[in-house]
C-alpha cells in the first residue's frame, strides 16, 4: 500500500474501504466478533458490528492497565470499562483500532482478551497504519498508510451525527 500524504485523508472514505476489507476477511469465520479499542477503536469497531450485524458480539477494551508504560504515564483521567458480554474461547476475534502506530496498545489489548479467554483467532484491523512499529505487529486490515512528522499525533473524531474525520494535532502523550 502506497503513503498517502496525512492531510488528504477522508477518514469516512477510509472506513468505506476498511468495512469492504473486514467483511470480506470475514466471510465464513467461525463465531465472529469484533472488539473495539478505546476510543477510537471502539467507534470504528461499534460501526463496523452494526454495519456487519454483529452487534450481539461487540466488546469494548480499555487497554490503561494494561500499558507497559502504565507506571511512567500514570491513569489516563478518562478510563473507561471494559465491556465483553460474548464468550471469547474459541471466537474469531476482530480487534479494532483507529491508528496503529507503535504496536504497544495493540499488545495490551491482546494481553487483556486472554484475560477473557482463548480466541481461535485474533484479526487486527486498523483505520490508519502510521509505521514507527516498536513491536512486531501488523494489521490484518488497513485502509490507508502514512506518517505524520515527530511530535504530531494522527486523532480520529466522531461528531454528533457518527461521521468520522482525522485530524492531525500535536501529541501530548
Known amino acids: 500500500m502506497s503513503l498517502?500524504?496525512?492531510?488528504?485523508l477522508d477518514a469516512e472514505r477510509l472506513y468505506a474501504s476498511l468495512l469492504e476489507q473486514?467483511?470480506?476477511g470475514l466471510a465464513g469465520a467461525s463465531e465472529p466478533a469484533i472488539v473495539g479499542?478505546?476510543?477510537?477503536g471502539?467507534?470504528?469497531a461499534e460501526r463496523l458490528a452494526r454495519d456487519l450485524g454483529l452487534s450481539a458480539r461487540f466488546g469494548v477494551l480499555d487497554v490503561s492497565f494494561y500499558r507497559d508504560d502504565y507506571a511512567k504515564k500514570g491513569l489516563p483521567a478518562e478510563?473507561?470499562?471494559?465491556?465483553?458480554n460474548f464468550d471469547v474461547s474459541g471466537a474469531t476475534?476482530?480487534?479494532?483500532?483507529?491508528?496503529?502506530y507503535t504496536g504497544r496498545t495493540t499488545r495490551a489489548a491482546i494481553n487483556e482478551l486472554f484475560d477473557y479467554g482463548r480466541p481461535?483467532?485474533?484479526?487486527l484491523a486498523s483505520l490508519v497504519d502510521r509505521g514507527e512499529r516498536q513491536l512486531p505487529v501488523a494489521a490484518d486490515f488497513v485502509a490507508a498508510t502514512t506518517r505524520v512528522e515527530p511530535g504530531q499525533a494522527l486523532?480520529?473524531?466522531q461528531d454528533g451525527t457518527g461521521q468520522f474525520t482525522l485530524t492531525i494535532e500535536q501529541d501530548h502523550a
Not at 498517502?4 to 488528504?8: A, L, M
Not at 478510563?79 to 465483553?84: G, N, Y
Not at 481461535?120 to 484479526?123: C, E, F, N, S, T
Open 79 to 84: 478510563v473507561k470499562p471494559t465491556s465483553i
Open 93 to 100: 476475534i476482530l480487534l479494532v483500532d483507529d491508528v496503529l
Open 120 to 123: 481461535a483467532r485474533i484479526l
Open 37 to 40: 479499542i478505546h476510543s477510537g
Open 4 to 8: 498517502t500524504n496525512p492531510s488528504e
Open 22 to 24: 473486514v467483511k470480506a
Open 42 to 44: 471502539a467507534w470504528i
Open 155 to 157: 486523532r480520529l473524531r
